[in-house]
């Protein structure tokens, strides 16, 4: 916990008492919590010392054999060449996040929900392991890619939602915002042993790719919708986590208020109840690179209040690069798919998982 500490300085000073918090500035137009908001339901029972494994992984045109479904040439290009092709990718990918036992995954690059529950069978025929799928149908009609979450049976069935059905006030000046096409959230209330309350929001999402300022302009859109939809949660003394493929265009160290994930984690504003915090910042240089390009384009933001020493608190973030590379080396073209390698040397994808660990403190 001394890491996290000195790393985190700053996050644990921001995350102040309601007192201090009532005293600053008021959320932007649009930023209100509701009456749910600020009495989350029971929900998951936790006791003291309980570990939550919260993640998101990239796992590169995860489709299936199906080419029926597909409406562009590039979707049916990358879909699986047959069955049995398919069914092996599947299982491979089940073996790697069995190994890393989330709570918790955030999906990206998946073709439908479908793919999702192929991948929880094989977790529960395989490796004894149930999980439920948290999707939404998404609006990427190029790629035909969305993003998903498999999480923990024990949470029960959730209600999952997009920002348009979140409450967050107009979104219609494009020059300011731009709802990402690829994002699915939801909102969980966990109950500690002496019944204490805390509503955890996560979203996964999978941003505007490409360099060049056009694409960055479109991030910094996006991020102002995510942002806008974590400080309402934050507003309503909720935790946040957002998580997904971002396609960060600058690394961690050089993040500035101008970019999308300077957006994200509240930088552009002055007031500090949208502030969010990077657990890049817990990593070592090398474990930041999340893509074969050594790009750091996966990331995983949380609240503040996620930062402190009660109820749910952060531990630790890995990279599961170990996890993706098969085979004698690292595939080194971005451009491939699995199924251009031979079985025993096709790496599971293009990206590495990144991995959020937590502990139930009283």
């Known amino acids: ?91 491979l990918t089940a073996a790697a996040v069995a190994k890393i036992k989330p709570t918790v995954l955030g999906l990206t690059e998946i073709e439908n929900k479908k793919v999702v529950e192929d991948l929880a069978a094989a977790l529960k025929t395989n490796h004894q392991l149930e999980y439920l799928v948290g999707f939404v149908q998404g609006k990427d009609t190029a790629t035909e890619q969305d993003v998903a979450f498999l999480y923990d049976k024990r949470f029960g069935e959730q209600t999952f939602l997009r920002a348009e059905d ?37 979203i996964v999402c999978h941003l505007k790719a490409g360099g060049g300022t056009g694409n960055e302009a479109q991030r910094v859109r996006q991020s102002r919708v995510l942002n806008r939809w974590a400080a309402k949660c934050l507003a309503a003394g909720e935790a946040v986590i957002v998580l997904g493929d971002v396609n960060a265009g600058r690394r961690f160290d050089q993040t500035s208020a101008s970019d999308g994930m300077g957006v ?15 657990l890049n910042d817990d990593l070592a240089v090398a474990d930041r690179r999340t893509h074969i390009t050594g790009k750091e384009l996966d990331r995983i933001v949380v609240s503040p209040n996620l930062l402190d020493d009660v109820g749910l608190a952060y531990q630790s973030t890995a990279n599961f690069r170990h996890l993706v590379v098969r085979g004698q080396s690292a595939d080194d073209d971005a451009n491939k798919t699995f199924y251009d390698y031979a079985l025993d040397e096709a790496d599971l994808s293009d990206h590495y998982p990144l991995v959020a660990k937590f502990k139930y403190l009283p």
């Open 1 to 91: 916990m001394s890491t996290r500490k000195s790393l985190f300085g700053l996050a644990l000073a921001a995350s102040m008492s309601a007192a201090v918090a009532a005293s600053l500035p008021t959320p932007r137009a649009g930023v209100t919590a509701t009456a749910a908001a600020a009495q989350p339901p029971a929900g998951v029972q936790l006791a003291n010392g309980d570990e939550v494994t919260i993640g998101t992984w990239n796992i590169k045109f995860f489709y299936d054999d199906e080419t029926s479904d597909n409406a562009t040439q590039l979707a049916k290009k990358m879909s699986a060449p047959s069955k049995e092709k398919y069914q092996e990718r599947v299982k």
């Open 166 to 202: 979140a409450g967050l006030g107009d979104l219609s000046n494009g020059n300011l915002y731009k709802v990402p096409s690829k994002h699915v959230g939801v909102r969980i209330a966990h109950v500690g042993p002496n019944g204490q309350q805390q509503a955890l929001t996560m």
């Open 264 to 278: 994200l984690r509240g930088m552009e504003t002055t007031t500090l109840v949208d502030d969010l915090f990077d």
